[in-house]
């Protein structure tokens, strides 16, 4: 009898250490629904257009957030000819696609080809901003290792930020020392069993501090995505200065109680063109209170006033208030996207646009040129981030050069000529690489020559228009390339 008590004892404490509390079974399925996430990439090549580097391979982390879509960063599945995503502990890899993607705030949605692979998941709930100092947890695959990650921290700082992965668009993020790590990217920052953010990168420079995405920036993308098509984050389009200084307000005969961000400058084509001006002064947004150095309330701590056009959609309307001429003016604005957004940000998933004529070929600048081996000249840093400043009204909607010279005997003695920029075709002023196309396409029968001048260059590039039409197909034949021009911003997708 007593040998029975005992037996029956011991299976009780089996039981109940079998049993999960309900913390550790909120864990579990958070961790049942963390995904590795392996990208085989491939981009471009900015110094030969026309080919693609070696393929290489990438790994980040992504986490189930509806029934069947899987949420990550951009930067984990960008460039990508094919991407396997892993469950928690298991080998079988499941094709998957990208089905949308925000390069500007660095997400991307998933979706698994396998429905077999969606058994018995649960996604994860979004939560709300996290309070200062409270506890969060990361959860990823970081290099180095195959199995599930999970590292502890505390929230120090949310603020705005400049995302690593668009190289100049900045949005709200939030900091934490729990560890993220090459990998992480992609997985869900969790507190109280909810997904608070996306793990991510953000400053490269920085060791032992963390960063994440946050809800609002989460939600604000799926929004976008219902109608399936993805517009952007709006931007306001102003430059302002602070009014720290009281003597500064009281001269723009500001009341003694009021602050606000004065307007240096108001972007062309932007949301705020036509309705803001410079040497406005932003008092109020949504009937928030701008203070001096243009920050408003934000939960426990005060962020830029931009935060309230990217919580908002594009063709959304925005109310302002601004002091002007000694007296308030309430406004209102539709968001649009920044202008000039696609070329100053880092490109990916898109061939560079390029055309070959007579051996030169010509590129439209954009930051991954720029930003390739030997290319940040003064000239083109000018071109890229300061004409629009100094010269708003002279910038084209591309700025064209010749990036290098195929050799032939059609354009001899240019055979190191390297970035030159094209202000004119002929005399004629060319605002696209289609333009120049479309002109080089369209020269008149007697056409002898095609001069290309440049004002940062005193010496004009002269060629022969026939021989240059004529020893096309033989040029692009000697150095392998399939196509003499790609116009379309073609995608660079890969098949699976």
């Not at 993805?230 to 200065?241: A, L, N």
Request: hydrophobic share 40%; charged share 20%.
């Amino acid at each position: 009898m007593l040998h029975f008590k005992v037996k029956f004892i011991f299976l009780l404490i089996c039981l109940w250490t079998v049993a999960l509390s309900p913390a550790q079974a909120t864990v579990n399925r958070i961790e049942q629904s963390v995904f590795r996430i392996t990208n085989f990439q491939q981009s471009p090549d900015w110094q030969s257009p026309w080919k693609l580097k070696p393929t290489g391979r990438g790994q980040g982390s992504g986490f189930l957030i509806k029934d069947d879509l899987i949420l990550t960063n951009a930067h984990v599945v960008s460039d990508s000819r094919m991407l396997l995503v892993n469950k928690i502990s298991s080998p079988e890899p499941f094709l998957a696609d990208v089905v949308a993607i925000a390069h500007d705030s660095d997400l991307a949605l998933l979706k698994v080809r396998d429905s077999k692979f969606y058994l018995n998941l649960i996604p994860l709930k979004l939560g709300g901003i996290p309070e200062l100092r409270s506890r969060v947890r990361a959860y990823g695959y970081p290099m180095g290792g195959q199995e599930l990650s999970r590292t502890e921290g505390v929230v120090s700082r949310i603020e705005f930020g400049t995302y690593v992965h668009p190289g100049i668009d900045s949005h709200l993020l939030v900091q934490t020392d729990s560890a993220i790590n090459p990998g992480n990217s992609g997985g869900p920052i969790t507190q109280s069993g909810k997904a608070i953010g996306v793990a991510f990168q953000s400053n490269l420079r920085l060791n032992d501090v963390g960063y994440f995405i946050p809800v609002p920036l989460i939600t604000r993308f799926l929004n976008d995505m219902k109608d399936g098509k993805y517009d952007g984050v709006p931007e306001i389009g102003v430059e302002t200065s602070s009014l720290i200084n009281r003597h500064y307000r009281r001269y723009l005969g500001l009341p003694e109680n009021t602050a606000g961000i004065l307007v240096d400058r108001v972007v062309p084509r932007s949301s705020a063109e036509g309705v803001i001006l410079s040497g406005d002064v932003l008092t109020k947004i949504e009937d928030m209170q701008i203070d001096a150095a243009g920050m408003v309330n934000y939960g426990e701590q005060q962020v830029t006033f931009f935060i309230e056009a990217e919580n908002r959609q594009i063709g959304d309307l925005l109310k302002i208030q601004v002091w002007r001429n000694g007296k308030f003016h309430d406004l209102s604005l539709t968001l649009k996207a920044a202008p000039f957004g696609a070329e100053m940000r880092n490109s990916y998933d898109e061939l560079p646009e390029y055309l070959i004529f007579g051996g030169l070929v010509f590129i439209a600048l954009n930051r991954n040129y720029i930003h390739s081996p030997g290319n940040l000249t003064p000239a083109l840093a000018y071109e890229h981030w300061y004409r629009e400043l100094e010269r708003p009204r002279t910038r084209k909607d591309q700025a064209v050069l010749i990036s290098r010279v195929l050799p032939s005997s059609v354009n001899s003695g240019y055979t190191n000529l390297h970035n030159f920029i094209v202000s004119t075709v002929n005399g004629k002023s060319i605002n696209t690489l289609s333009d120049l196309d479309k002109m080089l396409k369209n020269m008149p029968q007697d056409t002898r020559h095609v001069v290309f001048e440049s004002e940062w260059q005193n010496i004009p590039i002269v060629l022969d228009y026939k021989k240059s039409l004529e020893q096309q197909q033989t040029v692009l034949k000697r150095y392998g390339i399939l196509a003499g021009s790609n116009l379309s911003g073609m995608q660079n997708k890969g098949t699976q």
